[in-house]
Nanobody
C-alpha cells in the first residue's frame, strides 16, 4: 500500500491549507490509523494529528483548536485542514497509515509512509 501526501504550499500567516493523504494499492486493503507528522528544518519529526478507524482523534497541543483531521474511507483518503497557520508551522508534512491488505494467500498488516509535502508560512 502506497501513500501520497499533497496540498502543501506557500501561505501567509493566518491563512489555511488542506493536506490530503491518498492511499493506493494493487490489492484490497483497509486503513486503520492515519497519522500526520511534520518535521521542521533542524528539528525532530513530531506527530501532529491522528485519527483512528472509528473516528477518534488526537492532536499535538499547538494544533488543537486550529486544525482538524478527517478521513474518507470510501476514497481511502485522510485529510488535515490547517487554519490560522503561523511561521512556526513551516515544515515538511508526511502521512503515515497502518491497516491490512488481502491477497490470495491471506491477510497481512502494513504500515506505510507517504512522501512529504512542504508547508511554508510567511510572516
Amino acid at each position: 500500500v502506497q501513500l501520497q501526501a499533497s496540498g502543501g504550499g506557500l501561505v501567509e500567516a493566518g491563512g489555511s491549507l488542506k493536506l490530503s493523504c491518498t492511499a493506493s494499492g494493487s490489492t484490497t486493503f483497509s486503513l486503520n490509523n492515519i497519522v500526520w507528522y511534520r518535521q521542521a528544518l533542524g528539528k525532530q519529526r513530531e506527530m501532529v494529528a491522528a485519527i483512528g478507524r472509528g473516528g477518534s482523534t488526537n492532536y499535538l497541543a499547538p494544533a488543537k483548536g486550529r486544525w482538524t483531521i478527517s478521513r474518507d474511507d470510501a476514497k481511502k483518503m485522510g485529510f488535515l485542514q490547517m487554519n490560522s497557520l503561523n511561521p512556526e508551522d513551516t515544515a515538511v508534512y508526511s502521512c503515515n497509515a497502518d491497516g491490512v491488505y488481502y491477497d490470495s494467500a491471506g491477510m497481512y498488516e502494513f504500515n506505510s509512509w507517504g512522501q512529504g509535502t512542504q508547508v511554508t508560512v510567511s510572516s
